[in-house]
C-alpha cells in the first residue's frame, strides 16, 4: 500500500530555517502533482506549495519567496524549504497529492515557529 512519511519539522525561532522531506513508498509519486499542505486547530488544511512533475510550482500568496518546494522522483522524495520563518507558519504539515487523495494522509509533521 502506498504511504507518504513526513519528517523534518521542529521548533524554530522567528526567522529561521527548517527543511520538511516527505518520503513515499510505491509509484504513485512519479506521476502526480505533490503538495504541501499545513493545518492549524480549527483550521482547514491549506495548499501551501505544489509541485508538478516536471518541476513547475505554485505557492500561497503567504509564502511566496520564502518557501521552496522541489523533488526527487528518483527518490520518491518532495521537500519543502522554509526560510524566514514566522510564528504564523506554525502549523503541522503534510504531503499529498494535488488534489489530495485521502487515505494518502499521514500523521504529517509539526512545525512551531516561536521565540
Known amino acids: 500500500q502506498v504511504q507518504l512519511v513526513e519528517s523534518g519539522g521542529g521548533l524554530v525561532q522567528p526567522g529561521g530555517s527548517l527543511r520538511l522531506s516527505c518520503a513515499a513508498s510505491?509509484?504513485?509519486?512519479?506521476?502526480?502533482?505533490m503538495g504541501w499542505y499545513r493545518q492549524t486547530p480549527g483550521m482547514q488544511r491549506e495548499l501551501v506549495a505544489r509541485?508538478?512533475?516536471?518541476?513547475?510550482?505554485n505557492y500561497l500568496d503567504s509564502v511566496k519567496g520564502r518557501f521552496s518546494i522541489s523533488r526527487v522522483n528518483a527518490k520518491n522524495t518532495v521537500y519543502l524549504q522554509m526560510n524566514s520563518l514566522k510564528p504564523e507558519d506554525t502549523a503541522v504539515y503534510y504531503c499529498?497529492?494535488?488534489?489530495?487523495?485521502?487515505?494518502?494522509w499521514g500523521q504529517g509533521t509539526q512545525v512551531t515557529v516561536s521565540s
Open positions: 499529498n497529492t494535488d488534489p489530495p487523495i485521502g487515505f494518502l
Open positions: 510505491g509509484s504513485i509519486f512519479s506521476f502526480n502533482v
Open positions: 509541485i508538478g512533475v516536471t518541476g513547475t510550482t
